[in-house]
């Protein structure tokens, strides 16, 4: 079983809108810190967004900053990626990932902080 499960993924125009979902089904990450991060071909995987579960406190990487929303519904187990004004630039898989520490304080951008994973969702931006 999939611990985490993104969608929303697709091929968008730059300057359009997606909004990603991640799901955790048959688990709860109430009290976790939920980030997304992505990954483009040859490069390594980034950190872009996160959202601490005690406050709802947000932290988003500077090249996504007033373009992406990250937010979270702790009823229905979801996390969301909001993303405006998409550039070619931000083409990748967008995975969504759980921090491995239970109730932490402070928000991990290191991808090795996280420890439950999804499969990935593909993000196309056409010039």
Same mark, same amino acid.
């Given at each position: /079983?999939v611990?985490? *499960?993104?969608s929303?993924?697709g091929l *968008? /125009?730059?300057?359009?809108s997606?909004?990603?979902?991640?799901?955790?089904?048959?688990r709860?990450?109430?009290?976790?810190?939920m980030g =997304?991060?992505? /990954?483009?071909?040859?490069?390594?995987?980034e950190?872009?967004a996160a959202?601490k =579960?005690?406050?709802g406190?947000?932290y988003?990487?500077?090249?996504?900053?007033?373009?992406?929303?990250?937010?979270r519904?702790?009823a229905?187990?979801t996390?969301y990626?909001?993303?405006n004004?998409l550039k070619?630039g931000?083409?990748a *898989?967008?995975y969504?990932?759980?921090?491995a520490r239970?109730g932490a304080?402070d928000?991990a951008?290191m991808?090795s902080?996280?420890?439950y =994973?999804?499969?990935?969702t /593909?993000?196309?931006?056409?010039s």
């Amino acid at each position: /079983q999939v611990p985490l *499960v993104e969608s929303g993924g697709g091929l *968008v /125009q730059a300057g359009g809108s997606l909004r990603l979902s991640c799901t955790a089904p048959g688990r709860t990450f109430s009290s976790r810190t939920m980030g =997304w991060f992505r /990954q483009a071909p040859g490069k390594e995987r980034e950190f872009v967004a996160a959202i601490k =579960w005690s406050d709802g406190s947000t932290y988003y990487t500077d090249s996504v900053k007033g373009r992406f929303t990250i937010s979270r519904d702790n009823a229905k187990n979801t996390v969301y990626l909001q993303m405006n004004s998409l550039k070619p630039g931000d083409a990748a *898989v967008y995975y969504c990932a759980a921090d491995a520490r239970i109730g932490a304080r402070d928000i991990a951008t290191m991808p090795s902080r996280y420890d439950y =994973w999804g499969q990935g969702t /593909q993000v196309t931006v056409s010039s």
